[in-house]
């Protein structure tokens, strides 16, 4: 079974950077695969922040372009989110996700492997 482990998260000013990280336990073969990353504020619900696929093609929310970056190491098991000038609205558990697939889509029901999140906060 695959499994997901998120990493990185912490208490941030406005305007600052965060590295989260998104390890997977175990790949093989060469399975075309989604991996992404969700975001989860306080009584909302989960929103798509951005995903790759195994072609390394990727799509990012418009709230976060320009300021996250995702960064897939060359073994496929690391994924990262480099995160720039933070904002308040920024607040929440990031969930890294995964399915098996030729392309991502941002619906959050459609992946079906979840990481179980880590913490983000950015205050003003």
């Known amino acids: 079974r695959v499994q997901l482990m998120e990493s990185g998260g912490g208490s941030v000013q406005a305007g600052g950077s965060l590295r989260l990280a998104c390890i997977v336990s175990?790949?093989?073969?060469?399975?075309?695969?989604?991996m992404g990353w969700f975001r989860q504020a306080p009584g909302a619900e989960r929103k798509g922040i951005a995903a790759i696929d195994n072609g390394d093609h990727s799509w990012h929310a418009d709230a976060v372009k320009g300021r996250f970056k995702l960064l897939q190491d060359s073994d496929k098991k690391t994924l990262h989110l480099q995160m720039t000038n933070l904002k308040p609205e920024d607040t929440g558990i990031y969930y890294c996700v995964r399915r098996p697939s030729r392309t991502c889509t941002r619906g959050a029901t459609w992946y079906n492997t979840w990481g179980q999140g880590t913490q983000v906060t950015v205050s003003s």
């Open positions: 175990e790949v093989t073969g060469k399975k075309n695969f989604c």
